[in-house]
């Protein structure tokens, strides 16, 4: 039994080494997202076109696209203008949309709370090949946002959103 | 000789840039409000960046009778993805026009909550042949939908 583990020990040492990783958080800061009026009772669309520069934010930490291994909307949130609140909305859906990569559905708010101003989705557990968005130039952020009723003005957000990148190290 | 030369160069340039605008044009076709055959849903196409994706945003049945509530993505493989409202859903992606039809897109079933490659095809421009498929185009299923004319 003491020679199997003598064995096994340097593999499993070998195994503990490669696998190794690092988890850092990528954040957007504020993107614009707007839903262009009028907006009509039922499911309208709010985009928001962001450019990541991520190959970038990756060599500021030492790092580099090869290293990335897993990468993952972590948190999503929605900033309403002061003029108005969510009791407009019903549901809201995001989608993360790029020329070079297909549309995922990232999160959910369903129902929308009433009477604020910050609106925090649930994001998706099962989340595929997401760093393929990050890696290009601009992706945008598609939110579909379900309104009671029919309102005339541009509807004005702030989203901020929050990756999750797992490093091979 | 070299001012006529230069002329035609002009009349190439004018006619690619013409065909080019047209292709564009013919793909912009897909905008717009369509109701499958079925007559259960209204889908919306929109473009966003360069390729065409569609939500519904009518449904002729809305409330679940099961749970007295709008109906939601109830068969989505990722459970925390069930609660998303049908009403709004984009069921179809990333269509690129090429050649004349709208391609590598798919489309979602919510009724049974598979998503199927699919090809988009206008007969005219208020009817759309839209394929389903697995793997080859050949074993798939055309349904035909209609332009919804807003009045």
Known sequence: MRSLLLFLFPFA?????????????????????LASGPLMEGSNTAQGEYQPAFEQWLQS????????????????????????????????????????????KVGVLNPVPEGQTRLVLQTAQE????ADFLRQPSMTFVADINVKKDTLPDLHLKGIFEFQITLNR | MYMKSLWLL??????????????QNNGDQLIGLWEPSNGKARVKVEKIGSKY???????????DPQTNQPKVDKNNPDESMRSVPLK?????????????????????????????????????ENT???????GVKALGRTDVWKRVKLK
Not at chain 1, 13 to 33: N, Q, R
Request: aromatic letters at 8%; glycine letters at 6%.
């Open chain 1, 13 to 33: 040492l070998f195994f503990v080494a490669c696998s190794s990783s690092e988890v850092l958080l990528f954040t957007t800061g504020e993107v614009s997202v």
């Open chain 1, 61 to 104: 930490k030492g790092a580099s696209m090869a290293d990335v291994r897993e990468a993952k909307l972590l948190k999503a949130s929605l900033l309403l203008p002061d003029s108005m609140n969510s009791s407009l909305m019903s549901e809201i859906t995001l989608h993360l949309a790029a020329e070079k990569a297909d549309m995922q």
């Open chain 1, 127 to 130: 989340q595929k090949n997401i």
């Open chain 2, 10 to 23: 002009c009349g190439l340039m004018v006619t690619m840039m013409t065909a080019t605008a047209t292709a």
């Open chain 2, 53 to 63: 994706y569609g939500k519904i945003v009518w449904l002729r049945e809305p409330i």
């Open chain 2, 88 to 124: 709004g859903y984009r069921m179809l992606k990333d269509f690129v026009f090429i050649n004349g039809e709208w391609t590598d897109g798919t489309i979602y079933d919510p009724e049974s909550g598979s998503t199927y490659s699919c090809v988009i095809k206008a007969k005219d």
């Open chain 2, 128 to 134: 759309l042949d839209i394929r389903g498929y697995v």
